[in-house]
């Protein structure tokens, strides 16, 4: 474990390596304890004259073997080892020469998971951001590209399977029952994009032929036995490839892509050169196992990181700073991958959920940063929702601002430019400059600042003059270390629905307004519309195109009217979450003030209407029967917050939307049963999403379990299956049938451990104090393992993160289950424990019993000695 010595890195001290690595040529002796690395490095200085300085080189927990230049061994004094660098002082006097090391790592002890490891008895790595250093020393960071020939050796029965980055060489026997494979990738690249994997593994292969004739293999690989459940990823592997060519016109560049399933992985998947490895949960999928979300979250992931091919690998970052440049892009492409795929409007509503889950609070509270941030003091705590989902919206933005076709050529520009470099946000933003002739200095501060704007809007219609204002204000409050805020750019879409319904022909002489969008770029802004002689509603920050908080000076009659007529889906759907949001709060204060909450029956119909409307498709119709949750509300209400009282307003909309429309609900439920066989395409997940919303509608009120349970045992897969018993948990808690339902799923799956992190993310999010003994009980189960990061975040950070009213429980039981967790786990896999532990950052919105148990708890994680610089980071950042 790597602890904390209180360093901090800074983006002003970036400065170009004094030497370079042009060719890697690695061999790995593979065994379980004692892995032999021998690196053969040609080591060039920049300059291109024979260097003055040392040569530093980077390392993690490393013990040099033995150390040689040009075949010679160094004199010991001609260098210093630690684990954790190795410095050369005496240099040959030349412009390049050869450096060989090796150095003994162990794989199976490696628990924190970064570096070369042990999943399932195989060999993997995983090299993003800091690993490669745990393997060889180097110059590991992201500016030296490397081109890299790979060696490995191991015993063939315990790894007939040998894959490295590439294109496969050349492969045979060896002495003592091991074998050897040599890989070559001819695409230089950073140390962070290398990969290995060995072990035994099952497969399925099938081929792709590119645009331009290129036949390319592809392979998976899985556990024995499970090669059937990743034919949904090699088929989205296809799809994703065949959308690259069409959309941004990027082809494959190698003879084979390989994917591999592992189960023990930190984070989602990783875009290596020609072998990308995945946490499992991203590969595997069938009816019996996975939910539609996971078919979903598999097409994602797939693409995102094949799309890193290009925007990542053929064009890296010059530094960690950068790293929305590959994220932030990459995650616009598969957004724009799946909402092709799929539903674009339902798509973009998830999204937009997921924005504010999880990227709103953290620009709003203490680990608020940049989507390209100047400072860090650990890099892995920077793949946030800011830099990832915000910079993807930011990408986003500029689509909007320049429109497609420009857009494209800025692209293009960029791939032209960079390949085969590492860049900057800089440089990318350039290129589109360049491509469209537009000024986006401004726009720049997208990048450069953080926090979430707030814009506010207010309009006044003149029926005399026909004449419609709108008056537009932007505000940004300060974040850590930036006090004082720029004026943004802010692309808001608009549009004018006239009292019939229809869209109003826009006339606007103003700057500040192009075609369906306004651009808002000064404090205030006033914008006057002529010849508008009846009132139109407006429908502002249509599709989202802003990430920012709208304050909107609506009246319900106008949002009901948007949510019922709003030619834009978006907008439509986010005028009935406003409504939605609105009458929470105000149940919420009702709640406090000791009163029952009540909703207006005008909105209750509404949510009915919409749900039944047969005209739109169901998956967005089941996104209407989705209200904001109790994170959502929370983030609304700003301070002070009692989640028990959240809970209350949100438990009454749901009561009071059944009461209204159970006559209803009821019957649709009926008529959406499913017939015929399973498939995991979009239109029939919409209708297991709607069919399941409704079940919880249905099943709402105390006693009324009996559909849910018939659900839970007539499923024939597991969308149906999962959300039966979600129902029965969490609003049957404790009842006969919810105690025999979470029995029955345990005896059913206990031998599939994706499986039964859907039984712990279930019992996790019960509502109520009493989870807390829950979850430190499932802490005991046989399933759960504190090694692997999947059970882990299925009970401990699905807890923490999604469950407010355990974890934020009054009497702080909640905090010392999770404190003790995140211990445990930071002993073995830090990273995991710092990522599981921003659970806190929102702490200071608290009412203050509860603000005062939490920091405390921080204090208390914050003084146990040798913390990593992982949990430290996050911990004091988070106390502020
Ligand atoms: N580049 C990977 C992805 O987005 C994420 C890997 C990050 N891993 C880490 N340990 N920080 O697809
Ligand atoms: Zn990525």
Redesign the pocket.
Known sequence: MRVDQGQVFKLEDYRPSAFLIPETKLTFRLHPKHTLVQAELHVQTRTGAPSTSKLVLDGDELTLRSIAINGAPLAPDAYTASPDQLVIHALPNAASFTLTIETEVAPEDNKAL?GLYRSGGNYTT?C??EGFRRITYFLDRPDVLSVYTVRLEADRAEAPLLLSNGNPVESGPLADGRHFAIWHDPFPKPSYLFALVAGDLGSIKDSFQSASGRQVELGIYVEHGKEERALYAMDALKRSMRWDEEVFGLEYDLDVFNIVAVSDF??????NKGLNIFNDKYVLADEATATDADYAGIEAVIA??YF?NWTGNRITCRDWFQLCLK?GLTVFRDHEFSADQRSRPVKRIAEVRALRAHQFPEDQGPLAHPVRPRRYREI?NF?TSTVYEKGSEVVRMIRTILGPRDFRRGMDLYFQRHDGEAATIEDFLKAFEDASGRDLQQFALWYHQAGTPTVTVATRHDPDKGELTLHLEQALAPTPSESRKRLMHIPLEFGLVAPDGSEMAVQAKHEGVEGNIIHLRRRHQTIRFTGVDQRPVLSINRGFSAPVALSLEQTAEDRMFLARFDGDLFARWQALTSLYTQALIAGYRAVLGQSAPSFEPALLTLAGDLACDEGLQPAYRALALTLPGEGDIAREIGQNIDPDAILSARTGLVSAVTQANAARFTPLYHALAETGGFSPDAASAGRRALRNALLDYVCSEPGQGTLAAKQYQDATNMTERSAALAVLAHRHNGTPEALAALADFEARYRAEPLVIDKWFQIQATVPGAATVSTVRALMDYSGFSIDNPNRVRSLVGTFASANQTAFHAADGSGYALFCDAVLAVEQRNP?VAARIATAFRSWRSLEPVRREKARQALVAISQVPNLSSDLRDIVERTLG
Not at 266 to 271: H, L
């Open positions: 970064s995983q993003e951001a930190n984070m989602g998947a990783m875009e995102h990181e890193h994220e892995n793949y990273q």
